[in-house]
């Protein structure tokens, strides 16, 4: 058993000016011994870990350790999942559990919050609403799930929460593909900054799960799923990511690589077009069957004209300019379409027909065969692919038909509108075979 000894002055806290001994109902495996003694000492600990590991409980009772051991009276420590119900449904019940020992303690079921007798206080979050976490401070927090989070959720809302008291942070979960910010941290602490640890723990290592369980799951699983889920290894691919297998063999194939701009051939845009949200724009160039994804521009909060006056700024040679069937409606605002207002500013789009998200994702796989993407100009174009993925039902245990609409999207529909227009494209091969006219402009048409 874990005990916690509080003393009044002395370096494990305060209770009431008399000393105490608390025995927290934790036996933690070696695994998890060495996460405390990484969070002890380092201010950023990454945890990678195979399912049923542990992770979590370790997380909860090193948060309820701190909490009990602090001696300012004000302390705040935090539990993060991706969603506020995830965090319910995955960690209230260890923290309830692990703390009913704690003389006086309180928990506010509505507020998943635990209030300590020494003053500090414990709470659970969901970083799908970052409002409820903004403006407050804490002196630890853990990040659950992290390769689920939002891109920015740390350096936008957590960090600065951290700032004051120099809080610690432990960011944690199964490995979710390499293009989200948990490898990125994983990448950051191998590295050696300063005050950075990381530690991974397979299936193995935890030994939590018979061996018979294990080769069951194997045998059902792909490679993939099976390396992210119990090997806790970072592959490319992303739980339900519609491109996964495609990602993959262009990688092994090298068409994820750099590729030149073809002064010869002109410049295809397809446009995702977003009112409130982000707008991405894909520069395809067709050499024969070739599909060239030669640059990506994707930002949030600008007009129409905003990214017309952006294209000019390129040195291409433009063709066609594709954009989704929806441009055709009229805004209540002005009385008129996209298209018409996007004619005025000297761009004329071409209308991708409607289809249903299904078919336009197997559009996309159709291509991918026969696509080079540009590994840098279209990196956030590459995360959104690697990204992009179906819903997860809990209930049931499957994945659903439906995509989730995150950061990934935009690129994703961009994609999409790519491979449901690409046929139509005036390109270098019905050129050569006198099946259409070239439609080539030095300016914007």
């Not at 934790?26 to 695994?31: D, E, G, I, N």
């Not at 300590?116 to 659970?124: C, D």
Request: proline residues 4%; contains cysteine.
């Amino acid at each position: 058993m874990t005990e916690l000894k509080t003393s009044g002055g002395g370096s494990r806290g305060t209770f009431k000016g008399r000393v105490k001994t608390i025995t927290i109902p934790y036996k933690p495996y070696p695994h998890q011994r060495e996460i405390h003694s990484l969070m002890d000492s380092h201010r950023f600990t990454v945890v990678v870990a195979a399912r049923r590991s542990g992770k979590t409980v370790a997380a909860v009772n090193h948060l309820i350790a701190r909490a009990l051991s602090a001696t300012d009276g004000r302390s705040r420590y935090a539990y993060v999942a991706p969603t506020y119900r995830q965090a319910k449904r995955i960690a209230w019940d260890y923290v309830k559990e692990f703390a009913s020992c704690i003389p006086m303690i309180k928990f506010h079921e509505g507020e998943l919050r635990c209030d300590l007798p020494n003053g500090s206080r414990i709470q659970l979050y969901g970083i799908d609403n970052a409002d409820s976490l903004r403006g407050q401070y804490f002196d630890s927090v853990v990040l659950d799930e992290y390769g689920n989070f939002p891109s920015g959720a740390f350096d936008k809302v957590i960090r600065p929460a951290l700032a004051d008291r120099q809080g610690s942070c432990m960011f944690s979960g199964t490995p979710n593909g390499k293009a989200n910010d948990f490898y990125a941290k994983w990448d950051h602490a191998g590295e050696g900054h300063p005050g950075w640890a990381r530690y991974q723990i397979n299936w193995h290592e935890a030994n939590t799960l018979k061996q018979e369980e294990i080769d069951a799951m194997e045998k059902t699983m792909t490679p993939e799923e099976f390396s992210q889920e119990l090997l806790a290894q970072f592959t490319s691919a992303v739980r339900g990511a519609y491109y996964a297998d495609q990602m993959n063999k262009m990688e092994l194939e090298k068409r994820i690589t750099t590729v030149p701009y073809e002064p010869k051939l002109p410049v295809h845009t397809f446009w995702d077009l977003g009112i409130s949200d982000s707008t991405a724009i894909i520069f395809a160039q067709f050499q024969g069957q070739e599909i060239r994804l030669i640059d990506y521009i994707e930002e949030n909060g600008k007009g129409l004209d905003y990214f017309i006056r952006q294209l000019q700024e390129y040195d291409y040679i433009y063709g066609e300019h594709w954009g989704p069937w929806d441009l055709k409606v009229r805004e209540m605002s002005s009385g008129m379409s996209r298209v018409e207002i996007a004619q005025e500013l000297g761009m004329h789009f071409n209308i991708v027909p409607k289809m249903p998200v299904q078919d336009g994702v197997n559009a996309v796989r159709s291509i991918m065969h026969r696509t080079w993407i540009d590994k840098n100009n279209c990196d956030k174009l590459l995360s959104a692919l690697y990204e992009y993925h179906r819903e997860y039902d809990d209930k049931k245990g499957i994945f659903r038909q439906k995509a989730v609409h995150d950061h990934s999207s935009h690129g994703a529909d961009a994609m999409r509108y790519l491979a449901t227009a690409q046929e139509m494209v005036t390109n270098a091969a019905s050129i050569v075979a006198g099946t259409k006219r070239p439609k080539v402009y030095t300016t914007l048409h």
